[in-house]
């Protein structure tokens, strides 16, 4: 079967550095997507790895390793808005994105 | 770019009657079309796909003629909730793939609408 795992709650304090991890397993695979998810609205596109290795987008980077299955998203800098949930997405062969069921990362002043 | 609106952002409605959902993507072409639903605190879960002239492929468990889909036009897709009942107050959410972006069947999300069934 497909499967997304990551963690469901995470807590870290503002001006630090948080990794959140994912691991997949899916029937073909053509990418991997991270989405932000505030409390009560949608999700925002993040950023999207289809090869091995770290993307760096501002505070946060992505980074996958196709031979293990596994991605991470970093955020440095932590502020406090950055609360919000954290979804990982694995692009499968039919091009059917297979959501995890969202990492929540709190910030603590 | 990849914009995505949604209309309405939020109603309430009685039980019984039927809510229509427009989803547009308002600067680029979107060949697909993506309806969720998120119930509090829970993942999103893919109700069905849509593609523009052809009919929708729903997801096991949703029930199409509940939840109508028309994807009439590159820009425009409605979902309609059909009688509506308080167990289907949930936040309804599309998504619109762009095959022109710079990153490959990337979804961008419409700001979602919250149905109210009293």
């Known amino acids: 079967g497909q499967n997304i795992d990551q963690p469901t709650e995470m807590t870290a304090t503002e001006g630090a550095i948080v990794q959140i991890n994912c691991t997949y397993q899916?029937?073909?695979?053509?990418?991997l997507f991270w989405y932000q998810q505030h409390a009560g609205e949608a999700p925002t596109f993040l950023s999207y790895?289809?090869l091995d290795g770290l993307e760096e987008k501002g505070r946060f980077s992505s980074f996958l390793s196709r031979s293990k299955g596994y991605s991470y998203l970093l955020l440095k800098e932590l502020q406090m808005k950055d609360s919000a949930s954290y979804l990982c997405?694995?692009?499968?062969?039919?091009?059917?994105?297979?959501w995890g069921a969202g990492t929540k990362l709190i910030i603590k002043p | 770019g990849a914009v995505v609106s949604q209309h309405p952002s939020w109603v309430i409605c009685k039980s019984g009657t039927s809510v229509k959902i427009e989803c547009r993507s308002l600067?680029?072409?979107?060949?697909?079309m993506f309806w969720y639903r998120q119930f509090p605190k829970q993942s999103l879960m893919l109700m069905a796909t849509?593609?523009?002239?052809?009919?929708?492929?729903?997801e096991q468990g949703v029930e199409k003629d509940k939840f109508l889909i028309n994807h009439a036009s590159l820009t425009l897709s409605t979902l309609t909730v059909t009688s509506a009942h308080p167990e289907d107050s949930s936040f309804y959410i599309c998504?619109?793939?762009?095959?022109?972006?710079?990153?490959?069947?990337?979804?961008?999300f419409g700001p979602g609408t919250r149905l109210t069934v009293l």
């Open positions: 790895n289809v």
């Open positions: 998504s619109a793939r762009s095959e022109t972006s710079g990153t490959t069947d990337t979804q961008y």
């Open positions: 600067d680029f072409q979107a060949t697909t």
């Open positions: 849509s593609n523009e002239g052809s009919k929708a492929t729903y």
């Open positions: 899916t029937s073909g695979f053509n990418g």
């Open positions: 997405a694995a692009l499968d062969s039919n091009y059917q994105l297979i």
